[in-house]
């Protein structure tokens, strides 16, 4: 089953904006599987169900900003 949102393309710009130096390896690979490497480094990700879990897991480490 997919995501209405995914399929109309809808994206989210995701950056990071804490340093991954003090937190949990869980969240660290969290960070990377986002595509993060660097402070503010940013991407753009298709909105979906598991790219919306690995930023909640996260959300302390990132900033989000909804796009079209």
């Known amino acids: 089953m997919t995501n209405s ?3 109309a393309g809808k ?5 990071l904006y804490k ?3 003090s937190c949990q390896e869980r969240h660290r690979i969290s960070v990377r599987a986002l595509g993060l490497r660097k402070l ?8 979906s169900p598991s790219v919306r879990g690995l930023i909640n897991q996260v959300s302390y480490l990132v900033r989000i900003e909804e796009s079209a």
């Not at 994206?11 to 950056?15: D, L």
């Not at 503010?40 to 909105?47: C, H």
């Open 40 to 47: 503010n480094d940013v991407r753009d990700l298709i909105d």
């Open 19 to 21: 340093s991954i130096n």
């Open 11 to 15: 994206t989210i710009r995701v950056r």
């Open 5 to 7: 949102k995914a399929k």
